[in-house]
């Protein structure tokens, strides 16, 4: 069964940083492009982050909205990925959401329940 | 980046009578491979996502053959035939063609 759990959540001050961490089982990690989709109280789903495998290079990219701010990366022996977000703005406050691309589909087949980042002073 | 555009539907909608709900693109979502990267997710109240329809008409595993996915490059319709409760929630496009974006959302209520 594949399993997606995010931790690290929180309140945080603007400015502040925090590492989200997404473990993973069920499923071979390795093949396997990963996500992170916020989505702010009350508000639709934004896509945010993608972190490829080990045979696309790791390559990473983001949305406009958090380059150069947020960094996502992966650990394949943990079969977890990571998102550190820093330099935080109070439109980051979201329920921060992992996710896995499959390939197959080009689609979120499987989601995480969510971790809650609060920006506020 | 592409947007995507819902459409609302007429709330409530009864038991057991049909839905559909339109999303556009402002791109053609169909590639050269012929296939048209759309995809449908559904979220219940307090749940993740889950996704319902990729291909913009292939029912992803276990999903219920009530829901149908159809349309164009840019125009698109989910149609969720006899709604039961369990279908409540708010219904997503997103577009994978690029960088993903989603819809703002249409929610289902039903009476």
């Known amino acids: 069964e594949v399993q997606i759990l995010e931790t690290g959540g929180g309140l945080v001050k603007p400015g502040g940083s925090l590492r989200l961490s997404c473990a993973t089982s069920?499923?071979?990690?390795?093949?396997?492009?990963m996500h992170w989709v916020r989505q702010a109280p009350g508000n639709g789903l934004e896509w945010v982050a993608e972190?490829?495998?080990?045979?696309?290079?790791?390559?990473?990219y983001y949305a406009a909205s958090v380059k150069g701010r947020f960094t996502i990366s992966r650990d394949d022996s943990k079969s977890s990925v990571y998102l550190q977000v820093s330099s935080l703005r109070a439109e980051d406050t979201a329920i921060y959401y992992c996710?896995?691309?499959?390939?197959?589909?080009?689609?979120?087949?499987?989601w995480g329940q969510g971790v809650m980042v609060t920006v506020s002073s | 980046d592409i947007v995507m555009t819902q459409g609302a539907l007429p709330n409530p909608v009864p038991s057991g009578e049909s839905a559909s709900i339109t999303c556009q693109s402002s791109?053609?979502?169909?590639?050269?491979?012929?296939?048209?990267?759309l995809n449908w997710y559904l979220q219940r109240p307090g749940q993740s996502p889950q996704l319902l329809i990729y291909?913009?008409?292939t029912r992803a595993s276990g999903v219920s053959d009530r829901f149908s996915g159809s349309g164009s490059g840019t125009d698109f319709t989910l149609k969720i035939s006899r709604v039961e409760a369990e279908d409540v929630g708010v219904y997503y496009c997103?577009?994978?063609?690029?960088?993903?974006?989603f819809g703002s959302g249409t929610k289902l209520e039903i009476k």
């Open positions: 291909w913009m008409s």
């Open positions: 996710t896995r691309l499959t390939i197959a589909a080009i689609s979120f087949d499987y």
């Open positions: 997103q577009q994978f063609l690029e960088f993903p974006t």
């Open positions: 972190v490829r495998n080990k045979n696309n290079n790791y390559a990473t």
């Open positions: 791109k053609s979502l169909l590639y050269s491979d012929g296939k048209t990267y």
């Open positions: 069920g499923f071979n990690f390795n093949d396997y492009f």
